[in-house]
């Protein structure tokens, strides 16, 4: 995690070389394979889609390619952690709501448990790592966990599910559709997908079938997601729709008479949504950095610790500036994607001054620079110089 993070000696080799690191413990030590005689794990084939569910049919979409709702409402399960509970909100940098630890486990249940977390741990840093690659127009290294052979074969049980054994029974939401859950199901896709979809690595009619199934995956985490009027942790919800979202950037869109659209984006090349999912994706986006950006003006207190406690954000913040840019550069009438992308640099700017990294500052600025010429090509106010966007705690001023 540190060495994802804005620090003086960052570089992105540097980041590389750890993550590779890690990656070579978690293999080495056969982490991933532990919970093979478990009864609930999952288990998937090489070269397919990492699919938990499989009775749903595939769902007819709109012509613009847009997400048809599903008729079943539902509602999960969720009951927050009480007061006394290990995992409290006080004890998590980056989620408010962390899975359950009984105490009453023996010494080996919390090893195998440790080790789960360890190694969803490590895919959520692989998972970013991709995404930045990706944004970037960067190729990604080969990693153990981002190898389907290696890791989808025979995977772990999700965080915090063990402790849900034997109660299923007598819920409606199966443990599989836990928010943790949920989360580590939207970052298996989005990896299975940008590892072997993105580079059509299959025939046409196999890529096809995978392009089928991945959208069926889709919209069952849509669907559990929307079951979760929980609101136990809005940020983990948004990841998952945002590695939902990021799905259909990379892979061939699924018309509804199970054809792909031309619209795939080669390896390497500026990735793709067609216009309506570029808006729903920038819709969501908006609200989101609105939110973010509220949390600006109180740095002092816990509503800024996305800010004052989570320097690893530089990279995902840049991330979603590159997006919004590839948006307009496919579509320049697509100005909503300059107004998120400024939207963005706002708290790209804040950390950049709270955690100070040569090589990200230099990275933003080019960011920075590229979205004011963007809007000045289309007249369009340009964003704010980074000092005039800064909250008054971070310029000295009252």
């Known amino acids: 995690m540190y060495e994802s993070s804005a620090h003086p000696l960052y570089t992105p080799e540097r980041a590389r070389r750890s993550l590779a690191y890690l990656d070579g413990i978690v293999r080495q030590l056969g982490l991933t394979f532990l919970d093979s005689n478990e009864p609930d794990v999952l288990t998937f084939t090489p070269n397919a889609v990492p699919i938990t569910h499989r009775r749903r049919p595939f769902d007819q979409m709109s012509k613009d390619g847009v997400r048809t709702p599903h008729a079943i409402s539902r509602k999960c399960d969720c009951i927050p952690l009480p007061n006394s509970s290990i995992a409290t909100e006080q004890s998590s940098s980056s989620w408010s709501f962390t899975p359950p630890w009984d105490p009453s486990w023996t010494p080996e249940e919390m090893h195998k448990e440790s080790c789960r977390r360890l190694c969803w741990s490590a895919l959520n840093l692989v998972a970013r790592y991709m995404s930045h690659c990706i944004a970037f127009q960067k190729e990604p290294s080969d990693l153990f966990l981002t190898d389907p052979s290696n890791v989808f074969e025979r995977f772990r049980l999700f965080p915090g599910e063990i402790s849900q054994r034997g109660s299923n029974e007598h819920k409606a939401q199966s443990s599989k559709e836990s928010t943790w859950a949920l989360y580590c199901r939207s970052m298996l896709l989005w990896i299975f997908c940008t590892t072997r979809l ?51 950037y990379f892979v061939p869109l699924v018309r509804a008479d199970g054809g792909v659209s031309s619209g795939h984006a080669e390896a390497g090349n500026s990735p793709q949504f067609n216009r309506k999912q570029a808006e729903q994706w920038l819709y969501y986006q908006s609200l989101f950095i609105r939110r973010v950006k509220m949390s600006i003006h109180h740095l002092g207190d816990q509503d800024g610790h996305l800010f004052t406690r989570q320097p690893f954000q530089v990279t995902w913040f840049a991330s979603q500036v590159a997006i919004c840019l590839a948006l307009w550069e496919e579509d320049k009438s697509l100005l909503d994607a300059l107004e998120v992308a400024k939207d963005v640099i706002v708290p790209v700017d804040v950390l950049n001054t709270l955690w100070p990294c040569p090589m990200l500052l230099s990275k933003c600025d080019d960011l920075h620079k590229r979205v004011t010429e963007a809007c000045h090509s289309v007249n369009i106010a340009a964003p704010l110089p980074p000092n005039c966007s800064l909250p008054p705690l971070l310029r000295g001023g009252p």
């Not at 993105?198 to 959208?215: C, G, I, M, P, Q």
């Open 198 to 248: 993105r580079k059509n690595a299959f025939s046409n009619t196999e890529t096809t079938d995978l392009a089928v199934e991945a959208w069926s995956e889709t919209l069952e985490i849509q669907d559990a997601l929307d079951s979760h009027t929980c609101n136990l942790d809005m940020a983990l919800l948004y990841m998952c729709r945002e590695y939902v979202y990021k799905y259909v």
